[in-house]
C-alpha cells in the first residue's frame, strides 16, 4: 500500500519532492496558491492555509506532511499567520480526521541564528535571532518539536536552482557586490533530495541543518560567477556583517551526499541555461 504524503506549500522544494515521492509509488497531495503549478500527478487540495475554518475534510489519510509553505511579504504579522498559525491549524485538522501522520516534517531556515562574526553553527549552537523572521520561525519549531507524531525540522539555508538567478544577473550586469560575509546555500533538487531521505530514515533526529558542504564568502561566490560569465571582477568590499557558516555534518552522518556539493556544482547548469537564453535573446 503506498504512502499518502501532504506538501503543504507545495513550491519549487515542494514540486521537486513530489516528483521523487510519485516516482516511488507515492499518492501526493499538494497545497499552494496556484494549484495549477503543482507538479504532474500531484493531486490539489484547494485550501487556504490562512483560513481554518475552510479546511473541511481532509481528502485522504495523510501518513506524512511535509509543511514547506513561505512567506509572500516580509511583516511580522503574515509570517507568524503562515509559520505558526498555519502550521498548527493544519495539524490540528488531520489530527482531528484520525489521519496517521507517521511524520511531520517542517522546513525552518537558518534565519534562526542570530551570529554574524563568522562563526560555525549546527544543530546544538545557540539561536538568538535579533529579527523577528528568526523568532517567528523557532515558534514553529517548537510545534514540531512538541509534535505526539515524529516530528523533524530541517533548517535550509539559501536556496538556489534553475529560475532563481538574480545573483547571475547581478554579476552579468556589474551589480553584485564582492565582500567577505560568510553565506551559505543549497540547491533545490538537494532541498527535496534531503527530505526525501530523512522521510525513510529509519531512526531520524528532530532537527537537521541543510546547506552544502562549503560554505563560501560573497566575494568568492561572485569572483568566481563572474570568471564563468566572462565578465569583469567586482572590486572587493570591506563589511563589518560577515555572516555565519553552517556545518552539515549531522545530515551527513546519515548517509546524505549532495548531488551539489558546492555552489560551483549548481551554479554551473544555472549559467550555462542563463548564457543560452541570452544568446537565443539577442
Known amino acids: 500500500m503506498s504512502d499518502k504524503v501532504l506538501i503543504a506549500g507545495c513550491g519549487d522544494v515542494g514540486n521537486a519532492l513530489a516528483t521523487r515521492l ?64 498555519g502550521l498548527r491549524d493544519l495539524l490540528d485538522a488531520l489530527r482531528a480526521a484520525g489521519c496517521p501522520l507517521h ?86 533538487e538537494d532541498c527535496a533530495r534531503a527530505l526525501h531521505h530523512l522521510m525513510r530514515l529509519q531512526e531520524p533526529a528532530g532537527l537537521y541543518l541543510g546547506s552544502d558542504d562549503e560554505p563560501a564568502t560573497t566575494a568568492e561566490v561572485v569572483r568566481w560567477l563572474s570568471m564563468e560569465l566572462g565578465v569583469e571582477e567586482p572590486q572587493a568590499e570591506t563589511t563589518e556583517r560577515l555572516g555565519k557558516r553552517c556545518r552539515n555534518a549531522r545530515l551527513r552522518e546519515t548517509g546524505f551526499r549532495f548531488r551539489y556539493p558546492t555552489f560551483r556544482e549548481g551554479y554551473r547548469e544555472i549559467v550555462r541555461d542563463f548564457v543560452a537564453n541570452r544568446g537565443m535573446a539577442g
Not at 134 to 151: F, N, R, Y
Open 22 to 85: 510519485l516516482a516511488e509509488g507515492c499518492e501526493v497531495w499538494g497545497i499552494r496558491r496556484r494549484v495549477e503549478a503543482l507538479a504532474s500527478g500531484v493531486r490539489p487540495w484547494r485550501i487556504d492555509l490562512l483560513d481554518a475554518a475552510g479546511f473541511g475534510s481532509p481528502p485522504a489519510a495523510f501518513d506524512h506532511v511535509f509543511y514547506t509553505a513561505s512567506a509572500d511579504r516580509r511583516d511580522e504579522a503574515h509570517y507568524r499567520s503562515i509559520y505558526v498559525h
Open 103 to 188: 511524520r511531520v516534517f517542517f522546513t525552518s531556515s537558518t534565519a534562526v541564528y542570530g551570529q554574524s562574526r563568522g562563526e560555525w553553527v549546527d544543530e546544538s549552537s545557540p539561536t538568538e535571532p535579533s529579527a523577528f523572521n528568526g523568532q517567528v520561525l523557532l515558534e514553529a519549531e517548537s510545534i514540531i518539536e512538541c509534535a505526539p507524531e515524529t516530528g523533524i525540522t530541517v533548517r535550509l539555508s539559501g536556496i538556489y536552482g534553475p529560475g532563481r538567478t538574480r545573483l547571475v544577473r547581478q554579476v552579468w550586469a556589474k551589480e553584485a557586490k564582492a565582500n567577505g560575509s560568510w553565506t551559505n546555500r543549497i540547491h533545490v
